[in-house]
């Protein structure tokens, strides 16, 4: 089975920086994409960032250029580095993994349990 676990969450302020990551155990072959969605109370759960095992990144228009997303494939990690954040970046942050192999399994989808990010204005 495979676990992500996510780390760094918290409170900062409107303006901060706060770094995520996410870990992904188990018997894992490969990994195609990672990435980070995040859910706001009262709203749908959405796409942050993602990043495929060549390196190639997608980012939501409303981070763009003050989030970056990177990944370590040795460590099958993925973290997400956010800078000038605001009020509205507010949310659970879920890291996922799409199209997961395993010694047992081929093409999965996984999520985190998330963590809370919150941003004071």
């Known amino acids: 089975q495979v676990q992500l676990v996510e780390s760094g969450g918290g409170l900062v302020q409107s303006g901060g920086s706060l770094g995520l990551s996410c870990a992904a155990s188990?018997?894992?072959?490969?990994?195609?994409?990672m990435g980070w969605y995040r859910q706001a109370p009262g709203k749908q759960r959405e796409l942050v960032a993602s990043?495929?095992?060549?390196?190639?990144?997608n980012y939501a228009g409303s981070v763009k250029g003050r989030f970056t997303i990177s990944r370590d494939n040795a460590k099958n990690t993925v973290y997400l580095q956010m800078n000038s954040l605001k009020p509205e970046d507010t949310a659970v942050y879920y890291c996922?993994?799409?199209?997961?192999?395993?010694?047992?399994?081929?093409?999965?989808?996984?999520w985190g349990k998330g963590t809370l990010v919150t941003v004071s204005s």
């Open positions: 996922n993994a799409d199209g997961v192999t395993t010694t047992i399994n081929y093409g999965v989808n996984y």
């Open positions: 990043i495929t095992s060549g390196g190639s990144t």
């Open positions: 188990g018997s894992i072959i490969s990994i195609n994409a």
